[in-house]
Nanobody, 122 residues
């Protein structure tokens, strides 16, 4: 069974940092691209970042570019999101997700984790 388990969330002050982790199991992790997606209170899902299967290509939403870094350790079946210079608007539940690219390079997400809460507040 595919399983994605996020961890590392918590309460942090504006300007602070957190590193999120996503432990993957039930599939060949190193063969798949992965994403981080978030949902702020009362808002819809927002794509945050992508990484390809080998870890050599990364992509970021404009809202986090320059502040967040996605990475992966395929030997550990783990995805990471390093978040620096956090802002209150980064407050959200963060999910890791397995996906594939469909027509027009649209993301087709097939598995999600349970999410981890990130709260940025003074």
């Amino acid at each position: 069974q595919v399983q994605l388990v996020e961890s590392g969330g918590g309460l942090v002050q504006p300007g602070g940092s957190l590193r999120l982790s996503c432990a993957a199991s039930g599939f060949t992790f190193s063969s798949y691209a992965m994403s981080w997606v978030r949902q702020a209170p009362g808002k819809g899902l927002e794509w945050v970042s992508d990484i390809n299967s080998g870890g050599g290509s990364t992509y970021y939403a404009d809202s986090v570019k320059g502040r967040f870094t996605i990475s992966r350790d395929n030997a550990k079946n783990t995805l990471y999101l390093q978040m620096n210079s956090l802002k209150p608007e980064d407050t959200a539940v963060y999910y890791c997700a397995k996906y594939r690219l469909g027509p027009f390079n649209h993301h087709e997400y097939d598995y999600w984790g349970q999410g981890t809460q990130v709260t940025v507040s003074s």
